[in-house]
């Protein structure tokens, strides 16, 4: 229990009463010569009482030179008691009574200058006695004010109370002037002063009472140590107050002795008196740091109330026993006596009475506050622990079995250090360690901590053997007699932890594959960079991009590339050593982090082995889907910033894209060159339909049997704006790249349908145009209507009309591809499969499509005729034999020979095109071809 009421002491000991502080907004003071004023008249002061005990005692001449200083130092207490009624920092109570004592300051004043105006004109009595009149005023004036006071009596029985001890001052005063001025008796011509001073003393008597109940409200004690900030001003206005008293009381009982200098130490009272209101005047601004508010009083402050009331009936009984002594020593004596008595034993009784219950009360609040605290250690989720200085557990709050599962068997007389953490417990021990060795806390004078507690964070196993992250704030309260201890006050802090680790890793990482993001990665790469320069070894960045990615996404559903990208991401970790990093940087772009790539052949390993898994096939809703990976590598060189790795990994990603893709490229810094020629073309292309700069080349495809021109395949072509012209196999990937193949493949489809039906109206020969189809343009709904629209913005019949798909787009795209051809083949133009051969479709895939032509690539072609035999010509054979199967049409491409032709007309392939009969040329040429010969086979012989 003992240890509890230390910890009530410690941690729930709130202010339940009396005065409450608080900073103020600005502690700015009253000017510095205000100070500086109200001291020397402090000194003056001095000065004037000095003077009263030596010179004046004497009676000399400069009698009215002090009453002088006297006005002098009383209108200095005026002014001081305004500014103080200006404080900006006190409350508005105080404000006003400052203001009142400031009147009745002046109250005073203007009697004493009435007063001594009235001695130096000439004994006129009605003006001193106005003098006096308006000095009286003081006392009702200072007491008005001093109920101005926060702490003055509110509510009707503190009034009732204060009103009883007035009229209990003011009877015992009355008892006391009565018996001086009839039973002593006192002449005719000092009636009026003497009364004057009587009633000068009782009025002292009520403003001293009533500041003492002040006093004794605000909970200002007997010991100076209490008489701090708020409470000074009313310590000096008490003892200016007494020394007024006494003054006046001295007044009275020397003036009956009546000798010359039987006045000089009441007269020497006075100008302290004064001053001591200057400088309570003074010290309202004496702790300008703080304001002050009334708080609710407690019942204690309220029980205490002054002892004037009972001090002053003492006189009273004083001259009723004299008074009773003097005229009869019989049993009337007796009984005054007795009765006098009887008052002192009330009193006393009263007063016991009032302490006990004083302290009745006070145990019964600290009752209160101990049940509070007994509440709240056991409903508390702190856990609470006593450790000896051996960090030996001694005490633990009923929270820990409560939440840790952890009873007194398992804790008490074990070391802490057993329940933590073992990557913890160094932390631990240091931090017990500099607790045990900091005793009690700096606090400043206002019982502030001057440093923040000390705090750590361990994890600690609880009964059921469970990690709990708990937050420890430790008091060191080995000097405190009821705790002798190390103080842990612990709070579970575990499922915050997890929420900000899981916050952490959001930021840093891709929800999707949960691999590093790009900021996380360019991090690292700094710091990788940071560690390589240091130490001295190399570091590589690789940046990877999925080659087939948006094909996917867009036929197969973002659900399902999703899965792809997870599915490389797996991919990719299976390649990679544990200490280098993954991150997705976004899309389906990855990037891996090579620490220690001193050795090129290993990189350059890494990077065939991670084109290889990714270039295998996936998966997805039971289809295999191809996507392969671009992969650009860039090692940093020295002094390279983050940027710049990341930028030239990024520069050789581009290259091994435009190169043909599912390949890698280590960064050389001519790259750089390449990447800005390739952007400028990029920028070029995006204007070439409208600059005009397309055109269309046809070359011949014929009867391999009579060399008759049975129709044309167009090609595009490039003539770049100053640059001459740029051959296909430059510009199409790119055009396929961004997407402008479709624009193109549009304007192609429109201009060739222009002109084979301008051709098949001259010639009147059913001539059938072959266009390319990208892959790409296949992807886009619109190629449908692309189609329909340049046949029907020509009047083409749609049967002169062949689409060329190569091979490889087929095995990509499967569905989609499988639903677009059907609709173009329903729209009745032929379909055929260019660079046959050159792909991986299988039977299977190729009877899935519609399909009328396969045209065998110039690869098989160029094997064959009569100086190498017919064994380059074996692919084309199977080729041959396979479309024949399928009901097929065959046609071969780059027949360049006399022996390749006769080669496939043997082998059964009746239809070709190569420069063995004309090599693709402009549209007129081409007519020319047509219109004159009609037979290209004459052409070469
Ligand atoms: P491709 O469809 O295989 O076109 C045939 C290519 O072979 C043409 O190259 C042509 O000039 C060339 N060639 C024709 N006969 C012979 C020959 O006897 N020997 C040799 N060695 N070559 C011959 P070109 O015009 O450079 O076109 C290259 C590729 O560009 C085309 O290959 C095609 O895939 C693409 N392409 C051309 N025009 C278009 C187009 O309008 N749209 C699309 N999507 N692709 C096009
Ligand atoms: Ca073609
Ligand atoms: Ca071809």
């Not at 004592?101 to 004043?109: K, P, R, T």
């Not at 029985?157 to 009229?167: C, E, K, N, Q």
Request: hydrophobic residues 50%; charged residues 20%.
């Amino acid at each position: 229990m003992a240890v509890e009421r230390v910890l009530t002491q410690a941690r729930a000991a709130t202010p339940s009463g009396g005065w409450r502080t608080m900073r103020a907004p600005d502690a700015s003071g009253p000017a510095p010569w205000v100070g500086a004023t109200i001291m020397l008249g402090a000194l003056a002061a001095f000065g004037l009482a000095i003077w009263h005990l030596t010179v004046d005692r004497y009676g000399t001449a400069s009698h009215a030179a002090a009453t002088i200083g006297r006005i002098v130092l009383t209108l200095l207490a005026v002014v001081a008691a305004a500014f103080a009624s200006a404080d900006p920092h006190a409350e508005p109570h105080v404000r006003r009574g400052w203001v009142g004592i400031a009147l009745a300051m002046l109250c005073a004043w203007a009697g004493q200058l009435l007063i001594f105006v009235a001695g130096a004109v000439g004994d006129s009595t009605w003006v001193v006695g106005l003098g006096r009149a308006v000095m009286v005023l003081f006392y009702p004036v200072c007491i008005a004010a001093l109920l101005c006071w926060p702490q003055a009596p509110r509510g009707r029985l503190a009034r009732g109370t204060y009103l009883l001890d007035i009229a209990i001052v003011a009877c015992a005063a009355g008892v006391v002037a009565w018996h001086d001025l009839t039973v002593r008796g006192v002449p005719g011509e000092r009636l009026t002063g003497a009364l004057l001073l009587h009633g000068m003393v009782a009025g002292d008597l009520i403003a001293l009472l009533t500041i003492s109940m002040l006093w004794q409200r605000s909970g200002v004690g007997l010991r100076p140590s209490t008489w701090r900030g708020a409470s000074r001003p009313l310590v000096f206005l008490a003892a200016a107050l007494a020394l007024h008293f006494f003054a006046d009381l001295g007044s009275i009982i020397l003036g009956h002795i009546a000798t010359a200098d039987s006045l000089a130490w009441p007269r020497a009272l006075r100008p302290l008196a004064i001053a001591g209101i200057a400088i309570a005047a003074w010290t309202q601004y004496g702790d300008r740091a703080e304001v002050t508010a009334a708080g609710t009083r407690s019942g204690e402050a309220a029980l205490r109330s002054s002892a004037i009331p009972v001090i002053v009936t003492f006189p009273c009984f004083a001259v009723l026993l004299l008074t009773t002594t003097e005229y009869s020593a019989g049993p009337v004596a007796g009984l005054v006596l007795g009765a006098a008595l009887l008052s002192v034993l009330a009193f006393v009784r009263v007063g016991v009475a009032t302490r006990e219950a004083m302290q009745a009360m006070a145990r019964s609040a600290a009752r209160e506050g101990e049940a509070r605290f007994q509440a709240l250690v056991q409903h508390t989720n702190d856990l609470i622990v006593i450790l000896d200085l051996d960090t030996t557990i001694r005490w633990i709050s009923p929270s820990v079995s409560r939440l840790f599962a952890l009873g007194d068997t398992q804790t008490i007389g074990r070391p802490l250090l057993d329940l933590i953490h073992a990557d913890d417990r160094a932390v631990a021990e240091r931090f017990l360690h500099s607790l045990a060795e900091h005793p009690m806390r700096a606090t400043d004078d206002r019982g502030r901590d001057l440093f923040p507690p000390p705090q750590c964070e361990w994890r600690m196993c609880d009964g059921d053997g469970r990690w709990h992250t708990v937050d420890n704030v430790g008091t060191n309260l080995l000097a405190e007699p009821t705790v002798r201890g190390l103080v842990l006050t612990s709070r579970d802090v575990t499922e915050r932890r997890v929420i900000e680790e899981q916050y952490m890793h959001q930021a840093f990482h891709d929800p999707l594959t949960d691999l590093a993001n790009r900021a996380l990665f360019l991090y690292q790469v700094g710091h990788a960079l940071a560690r390589g320069a240091r130490q001295g070894h190399a570091v590589a960045v690789m940046f990877l991009d999925l080659d087939h990615f948006k094909a996917v996404n867009d036929t197969l559903g973002h659900a399902t590339g999703d899965r792809l990208l997870v599915e490389a991401a797996r991919r990719l970790q299976s390649c990679v050593r544990g200490s280098d990093l993954i991150a997705r940087l976004g899309g389906d772009e990855f990037a891996v982090l090579v620490e220690g790539a001193d050795n090129e052949e290993e990189l350059v390993a890494l990077a065939d082995r991670i084109v290889a898994a990714l270039g295998a096939p996936f998966t997805l809703r039971g289809k295999d889907v191809f996507v392969s990976a671009s992969i650009g590598i860039a090692r940093a060189q020295a002094g390279e910033s983050t940027d710049e790795v990341v930028r030239n990994a990024d520069v050789a990603m581009y290259l091994a894209k435009t190169r043909g893709k599912g390949r890698w490229e280590l960064f050389a810094p001519h790259m750089h060159h390449a990447a800005v020629e390739r952007l400028e073309l990029e920028a070029d292309l995006r204007r070439a339909i409208e600059r005009e700069e397309l055109s269309v080349e046809y070359q011949a495809i014929v009867d391999l049997t009579s060399g008759h021109v049975e129709g044309a395949e167009a090609l595009v072509r490039w003539h770049r704006l100053g640059k001459g012209t740029v051959p296909p196999s430059t510009f199409i990937p790119i055009a396929e790249e961004t997407g402008l193949i479709v624009p193109i493949g549009r304007w192609v489809l429109r201009e060739v349908a222009r002109r084979a039906a301008e051709w098949r109206r001259e010639f009147e020969r059913p001539l059938r145009v072959t266009v390319n189809l990208s892959g790409r343009h296949l992807q886009d709904a619109a190629v449908i209507d692309d189609v329909r629209d340049a046949l029907q913005a020509a009047a083409l019949p749609a049967s002169a009309l062949v689409l060329e798909l190569a091979e490889h787009t087929l095995t990509h795209h499967s569905q989609h591809a499988l639903e677009r051809l059907t609709q173009l083949r329903a729209l009745g133009v032929a379909i055929a499969i260019d660079d046959f051969g050159t792909g991986v479709s299988s039977l299977s895939t190729l009877q899935r499509y519609p399909i009328d032509v396969l045209k065998i690539d110039r690869a098989f072609v160029e094997g064959m005729g009569a100086e190498t035999g017919l064994d380059g010509g074996t692919l084309a054979r199977a080729i041959i034999a396979l479309a024949d199967t399928m009901g097929l049409e065959t046609m071969a491409e780059g027949v360049e020979t006399e022996a390749q032709r006769s080669t496939l007309l043997a082998l059964g392939c009746v239809r070709g095109q190569g420069y063995l009969f004309s090599a693709p040329v402009p549209p007129a040429d081409f007519a020319r071809l047509v219109g004159t010969r009609g037979t290209l086979r004459a052409a070469r012989p």
